[in-house]
């Protein structure tokens, strides 16, 4: 089973109720369109250059539910640390990393770590 570490007193996220309902606008091509004029592919096609940009480890900080990225920190060979203020939504990440890693629903890749912090205190270097 795959774990979420957490590094805050007061769990949670003003937001986690609405977890499911920010997952499902995030992935919208409509809701981008019109709140960013933007698409969803455009958001994967910067974390793909950002991923294969190094070798080192990688932060994602503010990370979500990994809508834009599961499938490229699955496949990628980088140490990675996926941070995000919600539980719900590194819950998210975590089943959508596993699926995409073609393990286990309940397993990660290795090299993934899921952290639960503000991305203004981050309990790391």
């Avoid at 774990?3 to 091509?29: K, M, Q, W």
């Avoid at 590194?90 to 699926?99: T, W």
Wanted: net charge neutral; aromatic share 6%.
């Amino acid at each position: 089973m795959w774990s979420i570490e957490s590094h805050v007193e007061d769990a949670g996220a003003p937001y986690d109720g609405r977890a499911a309902v920010y997952d499902r606008l995030v992935r919208s091509r409509a809701y981008n369109r019109l709140a960013w004029s933007t698409d969803p592919a455009q958001y994967e096609d910067f974390a793909r250059t950002a991923i294969v940009s190094a070798s080192g480890p990688l932060l994602e900080a503010a990370a979500g539910s990994a809508a834009a990225t599961a499938r490229l920190h699955a496949t990628s060979p980088r140490e990675t640390v996926l941070v995000d203020l919600s539980r719900p939504m590194l819950e998210r990440a975590a089943q959508r990393i596993a699926a995409c890693s073609g393990a286990s629903k309940d397993k990660l890749p290795a090299h993934i770590r899921l952290v639960q912090a503000d991305i203004l205190a981050l309990p790391f270097e």
